[in-house]
């Protein structure tokens, strides 16, 4: 994050929720990236103790105190695990389906390109339920009032575990804490609190960048798909699915995809003419 990324973003943000005619409160670490946008004034909020953030028209920041983040940040509650858990769960299956089928000798060789990451993030925050969120500030103990909700279903963790079984070697298995709280991603001390900081931090960044573009570029580019192929290969998926209309979890997924053949049919047809 930088300073300039950060006031773009809260600008937009407070834009989005004036057009909802909402106000929403934002919590967020004493990161010097997280600086006051130009055209508000900084704001010292009285709950409990004095904290220091600032106001916008629509949206009041609160930056929490130094060194307390993984103790009472909601998203450190539970709510980044839950999102880790279902893109790993993604990736997991992915490998397997990779392995199995022939296209990757083994895990090391399955390497998913940047579009198909994007939409397993887009999947797996879409999977993060209300619920786990209320819960999570429960956990952190930040309201006034504790909110009584359900408990949410630990399926998605049950499922991972499961694939773990079948995805670790009998000389080293892999444990879900480990592959969702990975070593380099633990937090050994304080956010960032300076400019030098801040500096080094970018350029570290676009270092690993840097070495990520080098390691890809024996990886073969992503050709766009035509629409003659994409119309075989949802016809096939339409096959797939009125062959096994008797699996319960499928039959959903029919109809859907039967429309999708018949509007690419008709895109080829508009095509031709």
Not at 116 to 139: F, G, H, Q, Y
Not at 180 to 189: I, K, Y
């Amino acid at each position: 994050m930088e300073r300039s990324i950060f006031e773009k973003w809260i600008t937009a943000f407070n834009e989005e929720m004036q057009g909802m005619g909402k106000t929403a409160w934002l919590l967020l670490d004493n990161s010097s990236t997280h600086s006051i946008p130009a055209g508000c004034t900084g704001k010292i909020w009285e709950v409990l103790t004095s904290l220091r953030g600032f106001e916008m028209s629509n949206t009041k920041v609160v930056f929490l105190p130094p060194n307390t983040t993984s103790h009472i940040q909601p998203l450190d509650g539970g709510i980044i695990q839950s999102f880790k858990c279902g893109y790993r769960r993604f990736h997991i299956r992915w490998v397997i389906a990779e392995i199995d089928s022939g296209r990757a000798a083994n895990a090391e060789k399955a390497r998913p390109d940047l579009r198909l990451a994007i939409e397993w993030i887009r999947s797996a925050w879409n999977d993060v339920t209300p619920i786990t969120i209320k819960n999570c500030w429960n956990k952190v103990k930040i309201l006034p009032v504790e909110q009584v909700v359900p408990q949410d279903s630990n399926d998605m963790m049950k499922e991972l575990a499961s694939m773990l079984v079948e995805f670790s070697t009998s000389s080293e298995s892999l444990q879900i804490d480990d592959l969702l709280n990975p070593a380099d991603e633990q937090w050994v001390q304080a956010p960032v609190e300076s400019d030098d900081e801040d500096a080094a931090l970018v350029e570290a960044i676009k270092a690993r960048a840097e070495q990520d573009a080098e390691d890809d570029d024996d990886s073969e580019p992503v050709v766009p798909m035509t629409l003659k192929e994409a119309r075989e290969m949802f016809v096939k998926g339409k096959i797939f699915l009125q062959e096994n209309q008797t699996n319960a979890s499928l039959q959903k997924y029919l109809a859907p995809v039967e429309g999708l053949v018949r509007a690419l049919e008709a895109m080829t047809f508009s095509a031709r003419s």
